[in-house]
């Protein structure tokens, strides 16, 4: 089953770190462009970075120096690392997968960010 699986996520207080990871299966392939979104209640789901295959990055300008994205291409994986965390930051976090044949998404990991 084509699936990505995302983990990580959790309370913390302001100014702490997170990272998230996602893994997806084995039968995603030709995986171009990974990255990540958030969503909170109520409004559009938001971009915060993508990587493409050859490792360049975008970030969002709210994240932009806070959040950093990588790749492990031959494991089909990609990881956020959330650092000076703020409340405006707390969301539902999705990977993204964009492959030939469409784009997939994972089912989220939420992320709270409260003192």
């Known amino acids: 089953q084509a699936q990505l699986v995302e983990s990580g996520g959790g309370s913390v207080q302001p100014g702490g770190s997170l990272r998230l990871s996602c893994a997806a299966s084995g039968s995603i392939v030709n995986i171009g462009v990974m990255g990540w979104y958030r969503q909170v209640p109520g409004k559009e789901r938001e971009f915060i970075a993508h990587i493409t295959s050859v490792d360049s990055t975008n970030y969002a300008e709210s994240v932009e120096g806070r959040f950093t994205i990588s790749r492990d291409s031959a494991k089909n994986a990609v990881n956020l690392q959330m650092n000076s965390l703020k409340p405006e930051d707390t969301a539902l976090y999705y990977c993204?997968?964009?492959?030939?044949?469409?784009?997939?998404w994972g089912q989220g990991t939420q992320v709270t960010v409260s003192s």
């Open positions: 993204t997968a964009r492959t030939p044949s469409g784009t997939y």
